[in-house]
């Protein structure tokens, strides 16, 4: 069983940044790939970002070129840094992670607003 917690939502100003965690309760390694999803109100979850075991990355073309995924293995995390925020990155942010089964977290919100 993988657990999976986020962390580091919260509100920020349009053009600030966010970093969020996803800590992950058993070695990242043994994980076949790790994505970030989003969903604001009223609209379907949507691909973030994702990483797989070999380091590759993915990104949705609205986010390209303003977040960043990463992996730290020896703390079993993948994080996702977020700069040039905009009002429609307002959303609740999901972890994902894919072993022989699909694992979900529980979501951290992340605000955009003046």
């Known amino acids: 069983q993988v657990q999976l917690v986020e962390s580091g939502g919260g509100l920020v100003q349009p053009g600030g940044s966010l970093r969020l965690s996803c800590t992950a309760s058993?070695?990242?390694?043994?994980?076949?790939?790790i994505r970030w999803y989003r969903q604001a109100p009223e609209k379907e979850r949507e691909l973030v970002a994702g990483?797989?075991?070999?380091?590759?990355?993915n990104y949705a073309d609205s986010v390209k070129g303003r977040f960043t995924i990463s992996r730290d293995n020896a703390k079993n995390t993948v994080d996702l840094q977020m700069n040039s925020l905009k009002s429609e990155d307002t959303a609740v942010y999901y972890c994902?992670?894919?072993?022989?089964?699909?694992?979900w977290g529980q979501g951290t919100q992340v605000t955009v607003s003046s």
């Open positions: 990483i797989t075991r070999g380091g590759s990355t």
């Open positions: 058993t070695n990242i390694l043994s994980i076949n790939l």
């Open positions: 994902y992670a894919l072993t022989s089964r699909q694992w």
